[in-house]
């Protein structure tokens, strides 16, 4: 069985959206197997119907409404990610899948909401009059490790979710102290 697929105009249609729909139609019907069928998203008008008639072709099927759904748009294997994901690998996500928005989804495959590479950036780039929140990080030990690939010397209580302040230490030790407020 082959798949529909309609091919319409834009909504209150005129003539020439009706006849490409038509043209377009019988054209990709012979590029291979899928059943593709002329649609429209309004009513006839005479000047459609004088221009059906003269030619024997019936009015394109009509289509309602042409909301897109999520099962319309949907893949086989969804990319997602857990909310205890970290930011890095969310972010390594989107780059190596080639997505903006990936669904944040709980253990049960529940949707509990999306991230998007908006969201990230906005947590990677500072705010001009928000530099210190910036740097605050709520966090544990075990999620610092994963995100910087670390090998682990020592860790206590590596779970404990902290609020965390990011300090970045590529200055002279001596003048470090200086700017760690």
Known sequence: MSKKIYIIGHRNP?????CSAIGYA???S???PEDFIPARCGNSNARIDTILSRFRVKLPTFL???TPRARDIMVEEVIKVHPD?????ALDKIDRHDVRVLPVVDDDNFLKGSL???DLGEHFIPKPREERAMRRVHTSGTNIVKALQAKV???SDPDRIEELFVRIAAMDIRSF????K
């Open 85 to 89: 994901t970290i930011c890095m690998e």
């Open 64 to 66: 309602g409404d042409v």
């Open 26 to 28: 019988a054209y990709k």
């Open 14 to 18: 005129d003539a020439d959206a009706i």
């Open 30 to 32: 012979t590029q291979g």
């Open 177 to 180: 102290g200086r700017f760690s």
């Open 116 to 118: 998007s590479v908006f």
């Open 153 to 155: 010397i020592h860790l």
